[in-house]
């Protein structure tokens, strides 16, 4: 039940289009929905995150939609550049102090 | 702001010797630091919760005697490798928070042992 199923494993997509990553958990208790990007040989880095009292944060090219009933939530990347080429991890935790549960990853690659 | 260190970045040691590696929070107080694993091409696996001043709180399967972790200050978090193996040879990751939802990463430490 504290599993966070993340798809697909692998993604390529041309330069200006559109990523798309989904993510979905059975635990109705999670109530912070994180995405991160990491670079070979970094840590991960927020991207974007979400709480359930909304469907849909965007900040900048990237967009989380968010489906409570669904127990889903995706991570949109418009306008995809070479540079966003990285691998991509939801994750998801039950309040401030738990820890975070990560998906297994996505790994991006835009082609120019 | 929100910029948490590790050091060192990469190290590389012999089977049967112990290794340490250092997490800071340089520019917030962290509650709470979280110490991660991972493997080439896989996600990031919890290895241990931390609170300043309180003993660990181990992930199943994790051996605690193996991995010491050491929360000393509101800014420091140490996680020591003891008696390493190649096995042992990893990624290590770790995280702050500071009391609100959001953990802040480190950039990582390569271990490799040989």
């Given at each position: 039940?504290?599993?966070?199923?993340?798809?697909?494993?692998?993604?390529?997509?041309?330069?200006g289009?559109?990523?798309?990553?989904?993510?979905?958990?059975?635990?109705?208790?999670?109530?912070?929905?994180?995405?991160?990007?990491?670079?070979?040989?970094?840590?991960?880095?927020?991207?974007?995150?979400?709480?359930?009292?909304?469907?849909?944060?965007?900040?900048?090219?990237?967009?989380?939609?968010?489906?409570?009933?669904?127990?889903?939530?995706?991570?949109?990347?418009?306008?995809?550049?070479?540079?966003?080429?990285?691998?991509?991890?939801?994750?998801?935790?039950?309040?401030?102090?738990?820890?975070?549960?990560?998906?297994?990853?996505?790994?991006?690659?835009?082609?120019? | 702001?929100?910029?948490?260190?590790?050091h060192?970045?990469?190290?590389?040691?012999?089977?049967?010797?112990?290794?340490?590696?250092?997490?800071?929070?340089?520019?917030?107080?962290?509650?709470t630091?979280?110490?991660y694993?991972?493997f080439?091409?896989?996600?990031?696996?919890?290895?241990?919760?931390?609170?300043?001043?309180?003993?660990?709180?181990?992930?199943?399967?994790?051996?605690?005697?193996?991995?010491?972790?050491?929360?000393?200050?509101?800014?420091?978090?140490t996680?020591?490798?003891?008696s390493?193996?190649?096995?042992?040879?990893?990624?290590y990751?770790?995280s702050?928070?500071?009391?609100?939802?959001?953990?802040?990463?480190?950039?990582?430490?390569?271990?490799?042992?040989?």
């Amino acid at each position: 039940q504290q599993q966070v199923k993340q798809s697909p494993q692998s993604l390529i997509v041309q330069k200006g289009g559109i990523s798309i990553i989904n993510c979905a958990y059975e635990n109705t208790a999670f109530d912070y929905f994180p995405w991160y990007q990491q670079f070979p040989g970094k840590g991960p880095a927020l991207l974007i995150a979400i709480r359930p009292d909304v469907s849909e944060k965007k900040e900048g090219r990237f967009t989380i939609s968010f489906n409570k009933s669904a127990k889903q939530f995706s991570l949109h990347i418009m306008d995809s550049q070479p540079g966003d080429s990285a691998t991509y991890f939801c994750a998801a935790s039950q309040w401030s102090g738990d820890k975070l549960t990560f998906g297994t990853g996505t790994r991006l690659a835009v082609r120019p | 702001g929100a910029v948490v260190s590790q050091h060192p970045s990469w190290v590389i040691c012999k089977s049967g010797t112990s290794v340490k590696i250092e997490c800071r929070s340089l520019d917030f107080q962290a509650t709470t630091m979280f110490w991660y694993r991972q493997f080439p091409k896989q996600s990031l696996m919890l290895m241990a919760t931390s609170n300043e001043g309180s003993k660990a709180t181990y992930e199943q399967g994790v051996e605690k005697d193996k991995f010491l972790i050491n929360h000393a200050s509101l800014t420091l978090s140490t996680l020591t490798v003891t008696s390493a193996h190649p096995e042992d040879s990893s990624f290590y990751i770790c995280s702050a928070r500071t009391g609100g939802y959001e953990q802040f990463f480190g950039p990582g430490t390569r271990l490799t042992v040989l």
